[in-house]
C-alpha cells in the first residue's frame, strides 16, 4: 500500500504543479494582453478558475497524504501513547470518514445534477468542475485508510504491551531514517 500512495502523490504532486503553472501562465497573459493589446481571450479566465478549483482539491488530498492539514496539535500531541489518545485518533479518523462519505456522495450528486449546464467560454459540462470532489475525495480516503492501519495497528501494540510498548512503538514510528546508512 505504502508504494501506491507513494506513487499517488508524486502523481498528484506532478497535477497540481502543473496545472497551477498553467493557471498562473493563463492569468499572466490574461493581464498582458488586457494592459498591452486591449484584448482577451474569453476563456482564460474561465479556465483559470476551473484549474483553480481542481489544484484545491486535488492539493487537499495531497496535503492529508502527508499528514500537513491544519490542526490543532495540543491535546492529540499531549494524549500521545495513552488509551485516550487512541481513542481521540479513532473519533478523529471517523469523523474525516463521515466528512469524506459527504465530499464524495454530495459532489457526486452536485456533478450529476449539474451535468445539463455548460460553460459560457469553454462550453463544456459544469460536470468537469464538480467532479473534482468526488475524485478528490476518493484519494483522501484511500489516505485515511493507511491512518486507520496505523491506529488499528496502535492499538493492538497497546493491547499487547500497555502503555509502555505504545510509547515505544510511537516513537519509533516517528523517529526519522536515516538513509544514508
Do not use: C
Not at 494582453?33 to 482577451?40: D, E, N, V
Not at 492539493?59 to 497524504?65: E, F, N, T, V
Amino acid at each position: 500500500m505504502n508504494t501506491l500512495l507513494k506513487g499517488l502523490r508524486t502523481t498528484l504532486y506532478w497535477v497540481s504543479v502543473t496545472a497551477m503553472a498553467t493557471m498562473l501562465a493563463l492569468i499572466f497573459a490574461q493581464v498582458v494582453t488586457r494592459y498591452i493589446f486591449g484584448f482577451t481571450f474569453d476563456w482564460s479566465e474561465e479556465l483559470a478558475r476551473f484549474l483553480f478549483v481542481w489544484v484545491v482539491f486535488l492539493g487537499s488530498a495531497l496535503i492529508m497524504g502527508e499528514t500537513g492539514h491544519l490542526a490543532v496539535r495540543f491535546l492529540p500531541d499531549y494524549l500521545s501513547g495513552s488509551v485516550a489518545g487512541l481513542v481521540l485518533d479513532a473519533v478523529i479518523n471517523v469523523l474525516s470518514y463521515i466528512f469524506i462519505y459527504l465530499l464524495v456522495f454530495q459532489g457526486g450528486t452536485m456533478a450529476t445534477r449539474m451535468s445539463f449546464q455548460t460553460t459560457p467560454a469553454l462550453g463544456i459540462s459544469v460536470s468537469w468542475v464538480y467532479i473534482a470532489l468526488p475524485i478528490s475525495g476518493l484519494l483522501m480516503a484511500l489516505y485515511l485508510t493507511r491512518d486507520t492501519i496505523r491506529i488499528l495497528g496502535d492499538a493492538k501494540v497497546y493491547s499487547q504491551s500497555g502503555r509502555d510498548g505504545l510509547t515505544a512503538h510511537i516513537h519509533a514510528r516517528s523517529t526519522p531514517v536515516n538513509l544514508e546508512e
